[in-house]
């Protein structure tokens, strides 16, 4: 289940379970929208990105879904590994240049 | 493709000291590159954007004259950390955008660098 941190909310979840990560933007004029996944000690990975003109994208154990109209992001992971341990942020990209602006990050642990 | 670099990855420093943080871009160049902090279990805060061959753009709160940003090539920006304080500890963290090809918007993050200050 969802845990709110001091800053950081957690989600466990259980190996080969689905895992979904929610997020809430604010700007309604931004044009992209990346999930990146960030170890601990490193750099953020982006793992997938959208395009404000679509509703879903996927990739490989990975879906974005987007819902311009409630401004909702989220991150579905399909059978959750614990590899995929990590903080996981999203970020969008307001269209008026090449900033991105990061959302406050969920972490995600894997029990095995 | 696509790998950044950070240097140091970690140091440790004594307060009033000054500090220089190496953004290099390995394999591509870049215009753009981007500094970020972050501190503990928070989100990236933008520090500045660094534009190569000229001056950086601050983001609002963030001291010009603390945080020196030089973009002196493609492929290489510094931050220097001066006079730091312990209150400046935190996970430094630089982004580069290709100057080339891509998503306006894409970045690749270098792997950050930890900084203690005594």
């Known amino acids: 289940g969802e845990s709110v941190g001091l800053h950081l909310p957690t989600l466990s979840v259980q190996e080969g379970d689905n895992s979904i990560i929610n997020c809430a933007y604010s700007?309604?004029?931004?044009?992209?929208f990346i999930w990146y996944k960030q170890e601990s000690g490193k750099g953020p990975q982006f793992i997938i990105d959208?395009?404000?003109?679509?509703d879903k994208r996927q990739g490989q154990r990975v879906t974005v879904l987007l819902n311009k109209t409630v401004k909702h992001l989220s991150l579905q992971i399909a059978a959750t590994q614990p590899g995929d341990s990590a903080v996981y942020f999203c970020?969008?990209?307001?269209?008026?240049?090449?900033?991105?602006?990061f959302g406050g990050g969920t972490r995600l642990m894997v029990k095995p | 493709g696509a790998v950044v670099s950070q240097h140091p990855s970690w140091v440790i420093c004594k307060s009033g000291t000054s500090v220089k943080i190496e953004c290099r871009s390995l394999?591509?160049?870049?215009?753009?590159m981007f500094w970020y902090r972050q501190f503990p279990k928070q989100s990236l805060m933008l520090m500045a954007t660094?534009?190569?061959?000229?001056?950086?753009?601050?983001e609002q709160g963030v001291e010009k004259d603390k945080f020196l940003i030089n973009h002196a090539s493609l492929t290489l920006s510094t931050l220097t950390v001066t006079s730091a304080h312990p209150e400046d500890s935190s996970f430094y963290i630089c982004?580069?955008?290709?100057?080339?090809?891509?998503?306006?918007?894409?970045?690749?993050f270098g792997p950050g660098t930890r900084l203690t200050v005594t």
């Open positions: 700007n309604s004029a931004s044009d992209y």
């Open positions: 970020a969008e990209n307001n269209n008026a240049g090449n900033m991105l602006t």
């Open positions: 959208i395009r404000s003109n679509m």
């Open positions: 982004s580069a955008n290709p100057a080339r090809g891509g998503q306006p918007y894409e970045q690749y």
């Open positions: 660094s534009n190569e061959g000229s001056k950086a753009t601050y």
């Open positions: 394999d591509f160049q870049a215009t753009t």
